[in-house]
């Protein structure tokens, strides 16, 4: 068996210094890389914490179908924060039975919905009224506030309660606010007999679920 000579053991050495060289190398460039990651993901969620309020209104006529407009209006406004489709079906939800409020009880519009089963004609109204969307992201919260120029609501207190409805031959169920606080974080509602209503809703997204992590 040969003595390992001087020289070999040197380059042995040699060989080892620089693999240990090489590996510190790698893995001070993941370290970095991980570093520069990191980094931009915290710069992502202080974007996202500092982002700039998000703002739509619109006004639309008084009408049954402009409720379904309505709901894809807000679905499409909130879009960009990637809702849940469970979030999706609330706020939509949340909408469409503020915005029907106005129509049918705010300015008696009952064309395109159903009495006693039977559908009521879709003829043209001449002065439907106006509702008026207004919505408003500041950050994950969202906040919808839905107004209308109509009658207003003698009783908000009791117009709120479950089930109760003032247009029964229309086959409304009368949950429409108790639908808006189940769905919706906060609900105000603001009404003065002979000028009107406002519903105000919000709802914090859960994409503030992740935006928080970082605190």
């Known amino acids: 068996m040969s003595k390992i000579t001087e020289y070999e053991r040197n380059h042995a050495k040699k060989y080892e210094k620089q693999c240990n060289d090489r590996r510190r190398n790698e893995e001070n460039m993941v370290a970095e890389r991980e570093e520069v990651q990191l980094t931009e ?9 500092q982002r700039k309020r998000n703002e739509m209104e619109i006004v639309f006529d008084a009408v049954s179908c402009n409720e379904s407009f309505a709901r894809v209006a807000v679905a499409a406004f909130i879009t960009h924060l990637n809702p849940t489709l469970e979030e999706l079906a609330d706020i939509k939800t949340a909408v469409s039975e503020a915005v029907t409020n106005a129509i ?6 009952l064309a395109g919905y159903s009495r006693h089963g039977e559908s009521i004609p879709a003829y043209s109204i001449v002065h439907p009224g106006k509702v008026r969307m207004h919505c408003v992201l500041d950050g994950d919260v969202l906040s919808i506030e839905i107004t209308d120029q109509g009658k207003g609501i003698e009783d908000i207190k009791k117009a709120m309660e479950p089930l109760f409805t003032t247009k029964p031959e229309l086959d409304r169920s009368g949950m429409g606010f108790a639908f808006m606080e189940a769905f919706m974080d906060d609900l105000e509602v603001e009404s003065t007999p002979g000028k009107g209503t406002r ?12 935006i928080g992590k970082e605190d």
Do not use: A, L, P, T
């Open 41 to 49: 993901e915290r710069e992502d969620v202080q974007y996202n914490k």
């Open 104 to 109: 049918i009880h705010g300015y008696e519009n």
């Open 199 to 210: 519903v105000h809703m919000r709802k914090k997204m859960r994409c503030g679920d992740w």
